[in-house]
């Protein structure tokens, strides 16, 4: 069994940066791809960024976080990150952390249905 553990939400300013972690407890993510949703009130949970376990670790990231957002992986201790720069107040959302058996593509990986083990979410505000 996979039981995610998120920390490291909190509220900033425009402009800050935030790193949130999210471990697992109970298997390894050696075999196992990992990604960051977030979702705000109303609206559907959204695709973050993703990692998966084979070539390295590819990587994959929405649009909107390009170039701010960093997501890395230590297998040594099952953790999973991600490092937000730049922070912007659309980015206020509560974010969970995602894995999936099996390996996922830059493609697949943002598919929300693939994943099955979910994190408890852990809130981010950014004020202006």
């Known amino acids: 069994q996979v039981q995610l553990v998120t920390s490291g939400g909190g509220s900033v300013q425009a402009g800050d940066s935030l790193r949130l972690a999210c471990q697992s407890a109970g298997r390894t993510f050696s075999r196992m791809s990992t990604a960051w949703f977030r979702q705000v009130p109303g609206k559907e949970r959204e695709f973050v960024a993703g990692?998966?376990?084979?070539?390295?670790?590819?990587?994959g990231y929405r649009d909107s976080v390009k170039g701010r957002f960093t997501i890395s992986r230590d297998n040594a201790t099952s953790t999973v990150y991600l490092h937000m720069n730049n922070l912007k107040p659309e980015d206020t959302a509560l974010y969970y952390c995602a894995a999936a058996l099996g390996a996922t593509t830059a493609q697949s990986m943002r598919v929300i249905r693939l994943y099955t083990y979910w994190g408890q979410g852990t809130q981010v505000t950014v004020s202006s």
């Open positions: 990692i998966t376990w084979l070539g390295g670790g590819t990587t």
